[in-house]
Antibody
């Protein structure tokens, strides 16, 4: 059974940084693309970034490119999102999902990032 | 980017009655490999999203058979044959055929009348 557990969210001031983590289990992690998807409170879902299984290709939504960096540790089944120069509009719950040309069936509980002064 | 447009954005349904949500894409979602990566996501109040339907019409395990997906090209539909109380929430379509980025519809809020 696919399980995804996100962590690392918190309150940060505008311009600050944060690192999100996701631990995956229940599937052969290293062969799958992985994505981050976010959801601002009361709003819809927005894809943020994804990363190929071997780490060789990565893509970002325009609004975070140059500020966020996605990476992974295939030894420990971990996915990361390093977020720099955070803006108020980055405030959201962040989910990691297995990338199956779209999200897999199971999502984690998400981790809340709040950017506020 | 592919624009996904859902309608209606809100739906009030009597228990046991059917419901239908439309999703239209700004370009065909048929990938060059022949597959159509159009999926439906359910988000119940206070819960994480979960995928209901993948590749247009395939129900995920554990999803009741009252949920069905159909469509092709640019026009897709999610139908609930008989709405139950547990179906309350927001439903999103999303496309993974032309990425980056995946793009989501605005969401359709389903409530019980």
């Amino acid at each position: 059974e696919v399980q995804l557990v996100e962590s690392g969210g918190g309150l940060v001031q505008p311009g600050g940084s944060l690192r999100l983590s996701c631990v995956a289990s229940g599937f052969t992690y290293r062969i799958y693309w992985m994505s981050w998807v976010r959801q601002a409170s009361g709003k819809g879902l927005e894809w943020v970034a994804n990363l190929k299984g071997d780490g060789s290709q990565k893509y970002y939504v325009d609004s975070v490119r140059g500020r966020f960096s996605i990476s992974r540790d295939n030894t420990n089944n971990l996915l990361f999102l390093d977020m720099n120069n955070l803006r108020v509009e980055d405030t959201a719950v962040y989910y990691c999902v297995r990338d199956d040309w779209g999200p897999s069936k199971t999502w984690g509980q998400g981790t809340l990032v709040t950017v506020s002064s | 980017d592919v624009l996904m447009t859902q309608s209606p954005l809100s739906l009030s349904v009597t228990l046991g009655q059917p419901a239908s949500i439309s999703c239209k894409s700004s370009q065909s979602l048929v990938h060059s490999n022949g597959n159509t990566y159009l999926h439906w996501i359910q988000q119940r109040p206070g819960q994480s999203p979960r995928r209901l339907i993948y590749r247009v019409s395939n129900r995920d395990s554990g999803v009741p058979d009252r949920f069905s997906g159909s469509g092709s090209g640019t026009d897709f539909t999610l139908e609930i044959s008989r709405v139950e109380a547990e179906d309350v929430g927001v439903y999103y379509c999303l496309q993974g055929s032309h990425w980056p980025p995946w793009t989501f519809g605005q969401g359709t809020r389903v409530e019980i009348k």
